[in-house]
């Protein structure tokens, strides 16, 4: 059974590190009644998958963890962060459900910390191989090593470009260690696995989907047969994901590598139960796509008519986000302004030009 707009369905902060709230209309999604998990607690959700969810220490407060039933056990997907919250509630869960379904298996979507966070702290405790994409190894093995220092000492030239002035402040949002102290650090990765490969779990067929744009190497999970999908941070219900232009970006057009990945998904079965990483879980997959879809592109047209004046990306925040940015949030809507801009000059729109250090995007 399913309900258009639950009780249960908590409203996402304004501004958060997944992204910004954007909600579908009422009735555009039809969400399980299912009420959702306590900490450390799951129920079903689908034949052969259990809801569990994972407190986070921050403005959004949780992640939802998937248990995906094995012939001996469980695969779960995603951790939470390294964070007393998230292994006390792991804890819990290795009492009660792990001790009669072991954990065979740690599935990382993608590399964000709240979702890698805890792999290797599993991986210990549990004796658990983890798998994720050779992309998200490779940033992964970037952020704990020297190479991580490299790419943050690029933060400062870049965030000054697009307009930022204060460098103690782009210094301490940037320094090196701390993603690292939002992860228990790096897991031995037993498997890489690939775009389209097909993975089977106990009595179902799972096919991983690499969907780039909110994080490179990010992969869904799809299970045709049942109509389920593993959507991760690709597609959320009341958030719109994060899509950002960085200093560390080797996708040169993030927003584009997105859109196209919604449009794959889209190809999916109407009827998809999708099974986000954040809020309730839904059906309308399509709807919510389109509502997606329709919402960067409103804010592509609005991004090309400001241009007619020279902007540098902080130019345009007021216009595109509707509340006062500060520390990490300000560097997160930097990001995902670039992402729009980048977007125009990739399809023709807009232009950029360098002044005096600073890049100003200017309509064609």
């Given at each position: 059974m399913t309900v258009s707009d639950p009780a249960n369905t908590s409203v996402a902060p304004a501004v958060t590190a997944e992204g910004e709230a954007f909600?579908?209309?009422?009735?555009?999604?039809?969400?399980?009644?299912t009420p959702a998990p306590a900490?450390?607690?799951?129920?079903?959700?689908?034949?052969?998958?259990?809801?569990?969810?994972?407190?986070?220490?921050l403005d959004l407060n949780h992640i939802n963890v998937w248990l995906v039933e094995t012939d001996d056990g469980c695969v779960v997907v995603d951790t939470g962060m390294a964070a007393s919250v998230?292994?006390?509630?792991?804890?819990?869960?290795?009492?009660?459900y792990f001790s009669q379904r072991p954990l065979r298996a740690v599935f990382i979507t993608h590399i964000h910390p709240d979702h890698i966070g805890l792999a290797k702290w599993l991986q210990e405790r549990l004796g658990?191989?983890?798998?994720?994409?050779?992309?998200?190894?490779?940033?992964?093995?970037?952020?704990?090593?020297?190479?991580?220092?490299?790419?943050?000492?690029?933060?400062?030239?870049?965030?000054r470009s697009h307009g930022v002035t204060d460098a103690l402040q782009i210094r301490a949002m940037f320094r090196p260690d701390r993603f690292a102290r939002m992860t228990s650090g790096m897991p031995k990765v037993e498997q890489?696995?690939?775009?389209?490969?097909?993975?089977?779990?106990g009595a179902g067929e799972w096919t991983a989907l690499e969907t780039n744009g909110h994080a490179e190497g990010h992969l869904c999970?799809?299970?045709?047969?049942?109509?389920?999908?593993?959507?991760?941070?690709?597609?959320?219900?009341?958030?719109?994901?994060?899509?950002?232009?960085?200093?560390?970006?080797?996708?040169?057009?993030?927003?584009?590598?997105?859109?196209?990945?919604?449009?794959?998904?889209?190809?999916?079965?109407?009827?998809?139960?999708?099974?986000p990483a954040h809020g309730v879980p839904f059906r309308g997959l399509r709807q919510r796509i389109d509502d997606l879809t329709g919402h960067h592109v409103q804010q592509l047209d609005k991004l090309a008519t400001l241009c007619v004046e020279?902007?540098?990306?902080?130019?345009?925040?007021?216009?595109?986000?509707?509340r006062?940015?500060?520390?990490?949030?300000?560097?997160?809507?930097?990001?995902?302004?670039?992402?729009?801009?980048?977007?125009?000059?990739?399809?023709?729109?807009?232009?950029r030009e360098l002044r005096d250090g600073r890049v100003y995007y200017i309509s064609l």
């Open positions: 909600p579908s209309a009422p009735r555009r999604l039809q969400y399980v009644d900490s450390g607690q799951s129920v079903t959700i689908a034949p052969g998958v259990r809801w569990g969810r994972i407190p986070l220490p998230g292994k006390d509630a792991w804890e819990v869960m290795e009492r009660e658990a191989p983890v798998l994720m994409s050779r992309r998200t190894h490779e940033l992964a093995h970037a952020m704990w090593s020297g190479e991580g220092q490299a790419h943050f000492d690029k933060a400062e030239q870049f965030f890489f696995i690939a775009d389209e490969e097909t993975i089977r779990w999970l799809s299970n045709p047969a049942a109509r389920v999908l593993i959507s991760g941070d690709q597609v959320l219900p009341t958030i719109s994901s994060n899509i950002s232009f960085m200093f560390h970006s080797t996708d040169p057009n993030p927003l584009g590598s997105y859109l196209s990945s919604l449009q794959r998904l889209r190809a999916l079965s109407e009827d998809t139960l999708v099974l020279p902007k540098v990306a902080l130019d345009v925040l007021p216009f595109l986000f509707r006062e940015l500060k520390d990490m949030h300000l560097f997160l809507a930097i990001g995902e302004a670039l992402a729009h801009l980048e977007y125009l000059v990739h399809a023709g729109r807009v232009r």
